[in-house]
């Protein structure tokens, strides 16, 4: 591990090394050139294009085109590789923010959605860390996905073959096609997407209770042998260009995740009155199928450049999961076995609509200002059915079956005024309404029906101070809301083996923060320091069940929460080296006074990142990525630290017309999930295992005879998508 640690570090301080000013000449002289070809539309010199651009305001644009991040395989490992987000456990998050929301081409989408996109759409990602009142009040950061432009006439398209081979996981395969075409005002899109193989995910927890009077240890490995029947998103869309100033779009997309494999439990419990050992396996068989449809209007309605844009979508959602499940035991040395069925159907249709008004009131204020409703119904029906290996009669379980019923209304309106204050400052302020009322019914547990609506209001502030060309500052405040994810609140079981289940939580709060931030940037460094204040932050844990061994996974809300971070980084671009750099420094306290988790030490959490590229002239491209997040306390427990080197090796063929791609991610197999914390007497730790470490070759050739884009496919979605997931 020390082998490891100091190669990272080594590389990571060569690559923080710079020439100063020659590097600054370089990346202007750059920029002169690319503009000339874009003029042009041809390429005559091929140089490095800077990864990462910083903004005064604290927002990042992150290039993704001709870049390690291009190579991925999904959205979710591209945000994975990009500098101060951090991607685990099914969040994506920004250093010293939060969990995001994420948007694509400045239109809130959902997480189904996003997972959908081509990475060969993808132009860029916009990192706003302090987003305005324009933006859903739901997530502390904002990630907004920005797509190549469409073709002006011809047509244009893309096919790549990915090809994954990992020895934790085994074989994976992603076949990626897109198509664009454009004649005259008429533009279509489209995009398939297949993923077939395997993939596997590993997790190992203890449980301890170290209290003579009820000692209890349990060994838990959870082993997903994940088998992708049809893992497959599909789309197009269609726009009709009236002028150069209006046009109307519509798009319809969807994913399949047809998933099969087995799910292997082993549980080991040693207790006062002996020991026993449990195996459950369990086959899967879940398929969900998610389908959107966006209608959207966008137009300039005077000469100083004032918008609108009207948007509306449908969205589905149907999931069914017929599980079978094989359970021995070995309980006092006497054998047992039963069967179970989990069939679960669920359902969750939302209409969201939205209006966005941008008025251009002077050359340097603008007014910005809208609306949005969206209502959301969510549906589901959980059956357990139990037999003896004996008999084989399987009979309906009462405790752990279940109906779920749930109704969303979400209404919300916003402006945001911007202006300057002479030639060295310029603001923004605004503001953001959002009423919400539900209903809930389950029957889990006994009937429960839950009624509420509540109202609030998030205001937000932005300074942006000029002192000079080479030196630019900004303050800000920003409030946030997190509201529960849909499967969070439903209280239906998750069986993993007779003593752990994962159950929602129907008395689930909202998470609200207040966040601040100011920011420095002095020639080519970008210094931050912030802080959040969290007021009921969601987090999770395993809590004692009914049972004396029994452990239930659920969310749970904090009292409060405290996040203290600062960051500074470092790009430089020369004619064979693009490299980018940051450290960042985090430090997170949790305050608890319900559920009796034992207060622990707070300690700070190192971030290094290092993305570069050296370009060796007429042969390939060669591309490093590293990072490396430390170990946290946040005095309800500790998590470990985890990093990735990935190393990608490229070359183009026929005018660039194929490009062939070899990765190896996670070179030294360290991207593990692990920690521990102590809660109800019970001390747990966990460590899980991702499929990370993998060789991967991809294929992408290029067709088309256009030299230009128009298309712009917005989308119009409400957070209430992203909580589907």
Same mark, same amino acid.
């Given at each position: 591990?020390k082998f490891k640690?100091?190669?990272?570090?080594s590389? $990571? &301080?060569?690559?923080?090394?710079?020439?100063?000013?020659?590097?600054?000449?370089?990346?202007?002289?750059?920029d002169?050139?690319v503009?000339k070809?874009n003029?042009?539309?041809e390429?005559? +010199?091929?140089k490095?294009?800077?990864?990462?651009?910083?903004?005064?305001?604290?927002?990042?644009? /992150?290039n /993704? %085109?001709?870049?390690?991040l291009?190579?991925?395989?999904?959205?979710?490992e591209l945000l994975s590789?990009?500098p101060?987000v @951090?991607v685990?456990?099914?969040?994506i998050s920004?250093?010293?923010?939060?969990?995001?929301?994420? $948007?694509?081409?400045g239109? #809130?989408?959902?997480?189904?959605?996003?997972?959908?996109i081509?990475?060969s759409?993808?132009s860029?990602?916009? #990192?706003?860390?302090?987003?305005?009142?324009?933006?859903?009040?739901e997530?502390?950061?904002? +990630?907004n996905?920005? @797509?190549?432009?469409n073709?002006?006439?011809?047509?244009?398209? @893309?096919?790549?073959?990915?090809?994954? %081979?990992?020895?934790?996981?085994?074989t994976?395969?992603?076949?990626?096609?897109?198509?664009?075409?454009?004649?005259?005002?008429?533009?279509?899109?489209?995009?398939?997407?297949?993923?077939?193989?395997?993939?596997?995910?590993?997790?190992y927890t203890?449980?301890t209770?170290?209290?003579p009077?009820?000692?209890?240890?349990?060994e #838990?490995t959870t082993?997903?042998?994940?088998?992708?029947?049809?893992?497959?998103n599909?789309?197009?869309g269609?726009?009709?260009t009236?002028?150069?100033?209006n046009? +109307?779009s519509?798009?319809?997309?969807?994913?399949?995740e047809?998933?099969?494999?087995?799910?292997e439990?082993?549980?080991?419990?040693?207790?006062n009155?002996?020991?026993?050992f449990?195996?459950?396996?369990?086959?899967?068989?879940?398929?969900?199928?998610?389908?959107?449809?966006?209608?959207?209007?966008?137009?300039i309605?005077?000469?100083?450049?004032?918008?609108?844009?009207?948007?509306s979508?449908?969205?589905?959602?149907?999931?069914?999961v *017929?599980?079978?499940?094989?359970?021995?035991?070995?309980?006092?040395?006497?054998?047992?076995?039963? $069967?179970?069925?989990?069939?679960?159907?669920?359902?969750i249709k939302?209409?969201? @609509?939205?209006?966005?008004?941008?008025?251009?009131?002077k050359?340097?204020?603008?007014?910005?200002t809208?609306?949005?409703?969206?209502?959301?119904?969510?549906?589901?029906?959980?059956?357990f059915?139990i037999?003896?290996?004996?008999?084989?009669?399987?009979e309906?379980?009462?405790?752990?079956?279940?109906?779920?019923k749930y109704?969303? *209304?979400?209404?919300?309106?916003?402006?945001?005024?911007?202006?300057?204050?002479?030639?060295?400052f310029?603001f923004s302020i605004?503001?953001?309404?959002?009423?919400t009322?539900?209903n809930?019914y389950t029957?889990?547990?006994?009937?429960?029906?839950?009624e509420?609506s509540?109202?609030n209001?998030?205001?937000?502030? #932005?300074?942006?101070?000029?002192?000079?060309?080479?030196w630019?500052a900004?303050?800000?405040?920003?409030?946030? +809301?997190?509201?529960?994810?849909?499967?969070?609140l439903?209280?239906?079981?998750?069986?993993?083996d007779?003593?752990?289940t994962?159950?929602?939580?129907?008395?689930?709060?909202?998470?609200?923060?207040h966040?601040?931030?100011?920011?420095?940037?002095?020639?080519?460094?970008?210094?931050?320091?912030?802080?959040?204040y969290?007021?009921?932050?969601?987090s999770g844990?395993?809590?004692?069940?009914?049972?004396?061994? &029994?452990?239930?996974?659920?969310s749970?809300n904090?009292d409060?929460?405290?996040?203290?971070f600062t960051?500074?980084?470092?790009?430089?671009n020369?004619?064979w080296?693009?490299?980018t750099?940051?450290?960042?420094?985090?430090l997170?306290?949790?305050?608890?006074?319900?559920?009796?988790f034992e207060l622990?030490?707070?300690?700070?959490?190192?971030?290094?990142y290092?993305?570069?590229?050296?370009a060796?002239?007429?042969?390939?491209?060669?591309?490093?990525?590293?990072?490396?997040l430390g170990?946290?306390?946040?005095?309800?427990?500790?998590?470990?630290?985890?990093?990735?080197?990935t190393v990608?090796?490229?070359r183009?063929?026929?005018?660039d017309?194929?490009?062939?791609?070899?990765?190896?991610?996670?070179?030294?197999?360290?991207?593990?999930? &692990?920690?521990?914390y102590?809660v109800?007497?019970?001390?747990i730790?966990?460590?899980?295992?991702?499929?990370?470490?993998y060789?991967?070759?991809?294929a992408?050739?290029?067709f088309?005879?256009?030299k230009?884009?128009? $298309?712009?496919? &917005?989308?119009i979605?409400?957070t209430?998508?992203n909580?589907?997931r």
């Amino acid at each position: 591990m020390k082998f490891k640690v100091s190669i990272f570090f080594s590389i $990571y &301080s060569l690559l923080l090394y710079s020439t100063g000013v020659k590097a600054q000449t370089a990346q202007t002289t750059s920029d002169k050139i690319v503009v000339k070809n874009n003029e042009l539309n041809e390429v005559v +010199i091929k140089k490095q294009t800077q990864l990462v651009k910083y903004s005064s305001n604290g927002t990042i644009e /992150v290039n /993704v %085109v001709n870049t390690l991040l291009s190579t991925s395989s999904s959205v979710n490992e591209l945000l994975s590789r990009v500098p101060n987000v @951090t991607v685990a456990e099914g969040q994506i998050s920004v250093l010293g923010k939060g969990e995001a929301i994420i $948007y694509l081409n400045g239109i #809130l989408i959902n997480y189904e959605r996003f997972a959908a996109i081509p990475i060969s759409q993808i132009s860029k990602i916009e #990192l706003i860390p302090n987003p305005s009142s324009k933006y859903d009040a739901e997530g502390k950061a904002v +990630i907004n996905i920005i @797509t190549k432009k469409n073709i002006e006439n011809g047509i244009m398209g @893309t096919a790549t073959q990915q090809v994954t %081979v990992s020895d934790f996981a085994g074989t994976s395969t992603n076949t990626l096609l897109d198509f664009n075409y454009t004649k005259g005002n008429f533009s279509f899109i489209t995009n398939y997407g297949l993923q077939l193989g395997k993939g596997r995910e590993l997790l190992y927890t203890t449980r301890t209770r170290p209290n003579p009077e009820e000692f209890m240890k349990s060994e #838990l490995t959870t082993d997903w042998k994940r088998q992708f029947n049809n893992y497959s998103n599909f789309g197009f869309g269609v726009q009709y260009t009236f002028s150069e100033k209006n046009y +109307i779009s519509l798009a319809f997309s969807g994913n399949i995740e047809d998933l099969g494999g087995v799910v292997e439990s082993r549980n080991a419990i040693e207790n006062n009155s002996g020991n026993s050992f449990y195996a459950t396996d369990i086959d899967k068989n879940d398929v969900l199928l998610n389908q959107f449809v966006n209608l959207n209007y966008n137009a300039i309605t005077d000469k100083k450049g004032s918008s609108l844009f009207i948007g509306s979508q449908y969205s589905n959602y149907n999931g069914t999961v *017929r599980d079978f499940i094989d359970e021995n035991g070995l309980v006092n040395e006497v054998n047992t076995q039963k $069967y179970l069925k989990n069939n679960v159907g669920n359902t969750i249709k939302i209409v969201a @609509t939205q209006v966005d008004y941008s008025k251009k009131i002077k050359e340097d204020s603008r007014l910005e200002t809208g609306a949005k409703y969206s209502y959301a119904t969510i549906k589901s029906a959980t059956d357990f059915l139990i037999a003896d290996a004996a008999d084989m009669n399987f009979e309906f379980d009462d405790e752990l079956s279940s109906d779920f019923k749930y109704q969303e *209304r979400i209404g919300a309106a916003y402006f945001n005024y911007g202006s300057s204050i002479g030639d060295k400052f310029d603001f923004s302020i605004g503001a953001r309404g959002e009423w919400t009322k539900y209903n809930l019914y389950t029957n889990a547990n006994g009937v429960q029906k839950f009624e509420k609506s509540y109202g609030n209001l998030f205001p937000n502030v #932005l300074l942006n101070m000029n002192f000079s060309e080479d030196w630019k500052a900004h303050f800000s405040y920003v409030s946030r +809301i997190t509201r529960p994810r849909y499967q969070a609140l439903n209280p239906y079981v998750i069986y993993q083996d007779p003593f752990t289940t994962i159950e929602g939580n129907p008395d689930l709060l909202p998470e609200k923060i207040h966040a601040f931030e100011i920011g420095t940037m002095y020639k080519k460094f970008d210094f931050k320091i912030g802080y959040t204040y969290k007021i009921d932050p969601i987090s999770g844990a395993a809590l004692r069940g009914d049972t004396p061994n &029994s452990y239930i996974l659920r969310s749970l809300n904090l009292d409060k929460g405290h996040v203290f971070f600062t960051s500074l980084s470092r790009s430089f671009n020369v004619k064979w080296w693009n490299s980018t750099n940051t450290v960042s420094m985090n430090l997170t306290k949790s305050v608890d006074d319900f559920y009796e988790f034992e207060l622990g030490p707070v300690k700070p959490q190192i971030y290094l990142y290092s993305n570069n590229t050296f370009a060796i002239p007429n042969l390939f491209k060669l591309q490093v990525l590293a990072w490396y997040l430390g170990d946290r306390s946040y005095g309800l427990g500790s998590d470990n630290s985890r990093s990735t080197i990935t190393v990608g090796i490229e070359r183009n063929f026929f005018k660039d017309a194929l490009k062939l791609n070899f990765t190896a991610n996670d070179i030294f197999d360290d991207f593990m999930v &692990s920690g521990d914390y102590n809660v109800g007497q019970t001390q747990i730790y966990y460590h899980r295992t991702y499929t990370t470490n993998y060789f991967r070759l991809m294929a992408t050739y290029s067709f088309g005879n256009s030299k230009k884009t128009n $298309y712009k496919k &917005s989308e119009i979605e409400q957070t209430e998508n992203n909580r589907a997931r």
